[in-house]
């Protein structure tokens, strides 16, 4: 089974500048994560999707961050514009359907891509 | 202010030894608990989950949960060098599918 699929790895960008992030969650996973991981933390969620539906974005800096998940697949993420303190992983991470109302709704979770911004 | 708190380390134990690792939360109504570990420049790997209070078992690696304490902890027995790596302690929050992780704990292990 492949896993969770991200692009890029790593990105370095001047701030202000835009750069947007890619996923691809496990095949039938409908739930899907953006989590940002600054160095020295826990991964802090920026939004979750359920299909193609948003989920939570409360911690979602939506003045310069946005996010998609069009046909309920695929997810992007957007930064516009950067800033210096944006500099972090962001991980993908996709789980099996929540109505499941499994306990061990386990995440997994993609390679992450890393951005620094100057 | 949902909150899942750790103590940061590093903690060293020798080769061998039991390490232990502990994580506390805030949301009463929290439901599910889970250890990932976390290598330097990797992606978080789940370890093992739990929401039941007590013990649950899996190889070298015992969770431990007291929901009227909320507390969870994690201990790693015979620790091999190979267990170095962040540990990171996340709660599903209660009635939701929302995730709050800890800070995470650095365990280093001495050859």
């Known amino acids: 089974e492949a896993g969770v699929a991200q692009s890029p790895r790593y990105k370095i960008i001047e701030k202000r500048q835009s750069v947007a992030f890619w996923c691809n969650p496990i095949?039938?996973?409908?739930?899907l994560y953006w989590y940002q991981q600054i160095l020295g933390q826990g991964p802090k969620l920026l939004i979750q999707?359920?299909?193609?539906?948003?989920?939570?974005d409360s911690q979602l800096p939506k003045d310069r961050f946005s996010a998609e998940r069009l046909k309920g697949v695929d997810s992007t993420l957007k930064i516009q514009p950067a800033k210096l303190e944006d500099s972090a992983v962001y991980l993908c991470?996709?789980?099996?359907?929540?109505?499941?109302?499994?306990?061990?709704?386990?995440?997994?979770f993609g390679p992450g891509t890393r951005l620094t911004v100057l | 202010q949902k909150e899942v708190e750790q103590n940061s380390g590093p903690l060293s134990v020798p080769e061998g030894a039991i390490a232990s690792l502990n994580c506390t939360y805030s949301?009463?109504?929290?439901?599910?608990f889970f250890w990932y570990r976390q290598y330097s420049g990797k992606s978080p790997e789940l370890i093992m989950f739990?929401?039941?209070?007590g013990d649950k078992e899996d190889g070298r690696f015992t969770a431990q949960l007291n929901k009227a304490s909320q507390y969870v902890s994690l201990l790693i027995r015979d620790s091999q060098p190979s267990d170095s790596a962040t540990y990171l302690c996340?709660?599903?929050?209660?009635?939701?599918?929302?995730?709050?992780f800890g800070t995470g704990t650095r365990l280093k292990v001495l050859a």
């Open positions: 095949s039938g996973h409908a739930t």
């Open positions: 949301d009463r109504g929290s439901q599910s």
């Open positions: 999707f359920q299909n193609n539906g948003v989920v939570d």
């Open positions: 996340a709660v599903r929050l209660g009635g939701t599918y929302k995730y709050i």
């Open positions: 739990i929401y039941s209070n």
């Open positions: 991470a996709s789980s099996l359907d929540r109505a499941s109302g499994r306990n061990d709704n386990e995440q997994f």
